[in-house]
């Protein structure tokens, strides 16, 4: 997932954060299913945490990642139900928004990105990420990757090489722009690009045999 160009390189990285009660997202065919879900986020400082390296304690240049995750975990505290996408989404841009502000009202942060790994929300990928990117308290992008995808293909030079197919791991990206398609894949749409991508392979390899 890009990132919009920042004035800092100091970036604070919330990896892999498993979710107590795992998000409500569709799987292939559209149908919302409670599933497990990891969450990693970086955050991007202006204008960068030297001041905080040069007393090494906190201040105000730098965000507490502890207190960031709590943040984030505590999105459960009311209900041990898992959340939907964009209810989530918009739990943790409140998160960051709250964190990323100093005493003084202005932005610790410039950018920051987060990505939501769904390993269960595919029928034929390995994994299915969303990724929001945020300028400050903004969002200005949304995407939808599904890696590992088995496809059925006919790969090789000769015909003889084309005999049957061969399976094939594909990594198909869906980069959104505009507030509709945004809006869109966090009310759950566009799970089911993976299918189509499939049924291509396979219509394919059947012609060319």
Same mark, same amino acid.
């Given at each position: 997932?890009?990132?919009? /160009? ?20 569709? @799987? ?5 299913? /409670? %599933?497990?879900? %990891? !969450?990693?986020?970086s955050m991007h400082l202006t204008p960068g945490f030297a ?5 090494? !304690?906190?201040? /105000? ?34 998160? *960051? ?11 610790? !942060? ?21 990724? @929001? *990117? ?5 969002? !200005?992008?949304?995407?939808? &990757?599904?890696?590992?995808? &088995? ?37 759950? &749409? ?20």
């Open positions: 997932m890009a990132s919009p /160009q920042v004035n800092s390189s100091d970036t604070i990285h919330l990896t892999n954060l498993i979710l107590p009660a795992g998000l409500v997202a569709p @799987i292939l065919w559209g149908t919302a299913k /409670q %599933q497990p879900a %990891q !969450v990693s986020l001041t905080a390296a040069d007393k090494d !304690v906190l201040d /105000q240049n730098t965000v507490h990642y502890g207190l960031l995750s709590k943040g984030i975990l505590g999105l459960y505290s009311t209900s041990t139900a898992g959340l939907g996408l964009r209810d989530f989404v918009e739990g943790v841009e409140k998160v *960051v928004g709250e964190m990323s502000r100093r005493q003084d009202g202005t932005s610790r !942060v410039g950018s920051w990105e987060l990505e939501i790994a769904l390993p269960k929300a595919g029928m034929w990928a390995d994994e299915v990420r969303l990724g @929001i *990117v945020c300028e400050g308290e903004q969002r !200005v992008g949304v995407s939808l &990757k599904w890696l590992g995808i &088995k496809c059925r293909v006919l790969i090789g030079v000769n015909d003889i090489e084309r005999t049957r197919p061969q399976p094939v791991d594909v990594d198909l990206t869906l980069q959104c722009s505009g507030e509709g398609q945004e809006e869109a894949v966090l009310a759950g &749409k566009g799970f089911s690009c993976e299918g189509a991508l499939v049924e291509v392979s396979v219509v394919g390899a059947r012609t060319m045999i």
